[in-house]
Every structure is written in structure tokens, then in C-alpha cells.
């Protein structure tokens, strides 16, 4: 692995060439120097179609509802959160590698239970005794 790639975990590395950033103005509060340098950083990694990526990886990742994900699977992150082009560009960086490291989790598969028979009949019985407190409320008048 060269020393320019982002590096996710130990097998696992996105080459420079696959991660395209473009440096525009920050917005916000900033004076001058926001009306002059471009220090926020756009990002783009395309997972759909990224050869770097495991499939089972990219399907994870894809799957996500994640509104920093377009719909052809391009990951778009802004970075503006300091004030030099450098430190924006490493956070981007971090935050692309933390959403691929989140991705490097398999969920565990859910195992389907029955409810046990004492708990159906605890839940019977308090619907019995709310059916008794909600009776109790009606007034009769048939005289």
C-alpha cells in the first residue's frame, strides 16, 4: 500500500485515485478570509463503483439511508469545519474512513423468539383488568 492511500483497517485501503476533492469557499461567518480562500473541501468516493471495496462491503455501504449518499452511490462529504484547507481536507478524510469503518461491522442476524406462556397470560390479564377499569367508568341509566 503507498503511502498517499487512505488507510480503513489493516487489509483494507482506498487509493488516492479513487477519491476526488474539490476545494471551494466556506460558508458562514468568517470576514475576509472566507470571501477570499477556499478552505472548504467537497469530497467525492464513489462506492458503487469503487474497485478497492469488498462486495459485501459496498452492499452494506450502499444500503445505508444516508443523505450524504447520491442515488448513482456517490458519498459526498463537506468538511468546513476549520479554517485552513489542510485541516478540512483531513477531516474529510476521517469522516470517509470512519463511514467505511462503520460498514466493516456485519449486524448480527436477529434469532425469532415465541413469547413464553406466562407472559401471554400477563398480558392477558392486563387486558382484563384494563377492560375492568374501563367498564367501571360507564354510568348506566336504564331505570
Not at 476545494?23 to 472548504?40: E, L, P, T, Y
Not at 468538511?79 to 469503518?101: P, S
Amino acid at each position: 500500500m503507498p503511502a498517499d492511500d487512505l488507510v480503513i483497517h489493516p487489509g483494507l485501503a482506498i487509493p488516492d485515485a479513487e477519491i476526488v476533492e474539490r476545494f471551494v469557499r466556506a460558508s458562514g461567518a468568517g470576514g475576509q478570509n472566507v470571501n477570499k480562500v477556499s478552505s472548504a473541501v467537497e469530497l467525492r468516493f464513489d462506492i458503487a463503483g469503487s474497485p478497492s471495496l469488498p462486495e459485501p462491503l459496498r452492499a452494506r455501504l450502499l444500503a445505508r439511508r444516508d443523505r450524504r449518499l447520491t442515488d448513482e452511490g456517490v458519498l459526498v462529504i463537506d468538511a468546513q469545519r476549520f479554517r485552513t484547507q489542510d485541516r478540512n481536507r483531513q477531516d474529510a478524510r476521517e469522516r470517509l474512513a470512519a463511514f467505511i469503518a462503520a460498514g466493516l461491522v456485519v449486524p448480527k442476524r436477529r434469532i425469532e423468539t415465541k413469547p413464553t406462556r406466562a407472559s401471554k397470560q400477563r398480558r392477558l390479564q392486563g387486558k382484563r383488568e384494563r377492560s375492568e377499569v374501563k367498564r367501571g367508568r360507564t354510568t348506566r341509566n336504564w331505570d
